[in-house]
């Protein structure tokens, strides 16, 4: 089983910058690829970016060239740098992670508590 841990959340001004960390625990041999995702309210949980054995980057269209996702292995730690952030991009972070072979959606994988990020 693995567990997850994101920190970082927090309101910002529109323009602004966070840095989210995912500090991952448990089975953390068996993940192969994680990814961060978010829920604004009364919306659906969408993807933002996921990493394949720290070389393969995937960005949903809206975020690409503002976001990136990067991962340091030794700390078991997952991140995602967030640049020039919109207000409408207010929402729950989710860090996540997947088992061997597979990145995590929205119906599959291990999944932290949130953080919540606010941008007025």
């Known amino acids: 089983h693995v567990q997850l841990v994101e920190s970082g959340g927090g309101s910002v001004q529109a323009g602004g910058s966070l840095r989210l960390s995912c500090v991952a625990s448990?089975?953390?041999?068996?993940?192969?690829?994680m990814g961060w995702f978010r829920q604004a309210p009364g919306k659906e949980r969408e993807g933002v970016a996921t990493i394949l054995r720290e070389i393969d980057t995937r960005y949903a269209d809206s975020v690409k060239g503002r976001f990136t996702i990067s991962k340091n292995s030794a700390k078991n730690t997952l991140y995602l740098q967030m640049n020039s952030l919109k207000a409408e991009e207010t929402a729950m972070y989710y860090c996540a992670a997947g088992g061997r072979g597979y990145c995590p959606t929205t119906n599959r994988g291990y999944w932290g508590q949130g953080t919540q990020v606010t941008v007025s």
């Open positions: 448990g089975a953390t041999q068996d993940i192969d690829c």
